[in-house]
Nanobody, 124 residues
Framework: QVQVEESGGGLVQAGGSLRLSCAASGHTFSRNAMGWFRQAPGKEREFVASISGSGISTSYADSVKGRFTISRDNAKNTGYLQMSSLKPEDTAVYYC?????????????????WGQGTQVTVSS
């Protein structure tokens, strides 16, 4: 069993930056791929980024490629999502998720453990 909890959301102006954190507990964190998803009002939850358990491999949605960076510190059992050049369309609740598998996962059903989400609002 893995528990994950997000933090770091908030209100930022367009063009600004935020860093989200995902604290994990209850398992050997380095064995779990980690992902970030987001859900805007009235929309489906969508994939944002994923990182393998080792941290070597990453994957991004086209909409955030070049602006967002996913990383992890296995010694601290924590993952991160650095978001830069934020746009109003990035406004959403951002969720951290952990998979029972160690390689990159990009689909919601591939993740077993989810946090409660953290709100990110980008004003124009």
């Amino acid at each position: 069993q893995v528990q994950v909890e997000e933090s770091g959301g908030g209100l930022v102006q367009a063009g600004g930056s935020l860093r989200l954190s995902c604290a994990a507990s209850g398992h050997t964190f380095s064995r779990n791929a980690m992902g970030w998803f987001r859900q805007a009002p009235g929309k489906e939850r969508e994939f944002v980024a994923s990182i393998s358990g080792s941290g070597i491999s990453t994957s991004y949605a086209d909409s955030v490629k070049g602006r967002f960076t996913i990383s992890r510190d296995n010694a601290k059992n924590t993952g991160y999502l650095q978001m830069s050049s934020l746009k109003p369309e990035d406004t959403a609740v951002y969720y951290c998720a952990a998979s029972s598998l160690s390689y990159i996962q990009t689909m919601k059903f591939q993740y077993n453990y989810w946090g409660q989400g953290t709100q990110v609002t980008v004003s124009s």
